[in-house]
């Protein structure tokens, strides 16, 4: 068995590079046999070739996202995932202590999802150090897109894995899995890099993006994505200065629209795909939609505040009670509005809680109480008015974290990095809580 970094790269290299629409595009999932090689781009790309790389990247980093959504939020006890895979009501919650298995879909799907996103971005890279098409200004364009999509992808493995390969741009030589700090780390410093390329690129240059992008899509805009970044891996590090000089430059608006930010987007067309976290509603008692559901935890529910909309906005009660492996729940999600609703990368709800988090790192409680009385009134909820102290706002921090990103891929990282993971509720009789996925097996041969 080879390793599956590895193999990603030389199935690229075997193949050809699909250069389709800027609406959709992938360059590692299509072997076209008229187009350009890997080998062919990498090193003689025309300025269409680097655009058809850089959207080809964009729609490859919603590549495991399905698995890496619903699988997490399982183990984290936000929903299950009623359908005909008994692993996801047992693997998932170590249904009478069963151990996740490193070589399961849950395991493999979004580690190979977003390591063929981070290739694709290096073949990008290489690209536009072996090409004559554009000038120096637009290469910094292309190489800060590069990096901080790079730094995206990995942010998400070191969330779900807890540890990541960072260096894996020579598919020979790899480098080490790093844990979790350093893995942060390395991600800032890319960040960082990604910085000075995209100050550096000019004030003409506008990515080749879908509309996702719409509004992040020159060096200056996209520059505000990147700082978010930033800001999200500082706190994830424990460094709420860094986090909050972070926000200055990114688009966080305290008093801003919640859902303004850069958006994965969806299509049915060909070589396009469907949002694969949207589930049709079950319309009626006698049409309910059993066949593969989202139901939400019934402590979801049960543990929401009076009044507290995003309960509303996000679920709904189904026309009769779901039960499945000694599970039951009464309401199924309605996150989606349908199978093409855009799915956000980073908004500004998010950094909104990023910046409470960060002043409560820095012990600034008083505007972090202020950023939570945001969210707070824009679910219909009063003020916080809890105590002034760390203690009680990180409390306050989750809660509205649980309910502002519910079913994201947020909780079970956000458990575990407050030590809180064996707090969450087992369904079952000999169930065991989780916080990350194995390491892939092929990844430790």
């Known amino acids: 068995?080879?390793?599956?970094?590895?193999?990603?790269?030389?199935?690229?290299?075997?193949?050809?590079?699909?250069?389709?629409?800027?609406?959709?595009?992938?360059?590692?999932?299509?072997?076209?046999?008229?187009?350009?090689?890997?080998?062919?781009?990498?090193?003689?790309?025309?300025?269409?070739?680097?655009?058809?790389?850089?959207?080809?990247?964009?729609?490859?980093?919603?590549?495991?996202?399905?698995?890496?959504?619903?699988?997490?939020?399982?183990?984290?006890?936000?929903?299950?995932?009623?359908?005909?895979?008994?692993?996801?009501?047992?693997?998932?919650?170590?249904?009478?202590?069963?151990?996740?298995?490193?070589?399961?879909?849950?395991?493999?799907?979004?580690?190979?999802?977003?390591?063929?996103?981070?290739?694709?971005?290096?073949?990008?890279?290489?690209?536009?150090?072996?090409?004559?098409?554009?000038?120096v200004t637009e290469k910094n364009g292309y190489l800060g897109f590069a990096k901080t999509m790079i730094s995206y992808e990995l942010i998400q493995i070191l969330k779900s894995y807890h540890q990541a390969r960072v260096d894996v741009s020579d598919p020979d030589n790899l480098g080490p899995l790093l844990e979790i700090s350093a893995g942060f780390d390395y991600v800032i410093q890319l960040l960082n890099e990604a910085n000075t390329d995209l100050n550096a690129a000019g004030t003409e240059f506008v990515f080749p993006l879908s509309t996702g992008f719409s509004g992040f899509d020159t060096p200056s805009t996209f520059l505000e994505f990147n700082r978010a970044l930033v800001a999200v891996a500082s706190v994830y590090n424990g460094n709420g200065q860094d986090a909050l000089d972070a926000l200055d430059d990114s688009f966080f608006n305290l008093s801003g629209a919640l859902e303004t930010g850069p958006k994965h987007v969806f299509g049915l067309g060909g070589n396009d795909q469907a949002n694969p976290v949207f589930r049709a509603p079950s319309e009626s008692a006698a049409e309910p939609n059993n066949g593969d559901q989202i139901i939400v935890h019934d402590s979801w529910i049960n543990d929401a505040e009076a009044g507290d909309t995003r309960v509303a906005n996000k679920t709904a009660v189904r026309p009769d009670p779901s039960i499945q492996d000694d599970l039951s729940g009464a309401y199924e999600t309605r996150l989606y509005a349908s199978s093409t609703s855009p799915v956000d990368l980073v908004r500004n709800e998010e950094l909104i809680l990023v910046y409470a988090e960060a002043n409560i790192l820095t012990t600034n409680f008083v505007e972090a109480a202020n950023a939570l009385s945001v969210i707070r009134n824009s679910a219909g909820l009063s003020d916080y008015t809890g105590a002034l102290t760390q203690s009680a706002l990180t409390d306050e921090l989750l809660r509205q974290r649980r309910y502002s990103l519910w079913s994201e891929n947020h909780r079970m990282f956000d458990m575990w990095r407050y030590g809180r993971s064996q707090t969450l509720p087992k369904d079952r009789s000999g169930d065991v809580i989780y916080s990350s996925f194995p390491i892939p097996l092929s990844e430790n041969l």
């Open 1 to 135: 068995m080879k390793n599956n970094i590895k193999l990603i790269s030389k199935y690229m290299m075997a193949g050809s590079v699909v250069l389709t629409s800027l609406l959709s595009c992938s360059i590692d999932e299509i072997a076209d046999p008229n187009g350009p090689s890997v080998d062919v781009v990498s090193n003689a790309a025309t300025k269409t070739q680097l655009d058809e790389l850089a959207v080809g990247l964009e729609s490859s980093i919603r590549n495991g996202l399905g698995v890496e959504v619903t699988a997490s939020g399982i183990m984290a006890r936000e929903l299950y995932l009623f359908d005909a895979d008994p692993r996801n009501t047992g693997d998932l919650l170590g249904k009478n202590g069963i151990q996740l298995d490193n070589n399961s879909f849950y395991s493999t799907a979004q580690w190979n999802g977003n390591y063929r996103a981070i290739k694709n971005a290096n073949v990008l890279i290489e690209a536009i150090s072996n090409t004559d098409a554009v000038d």
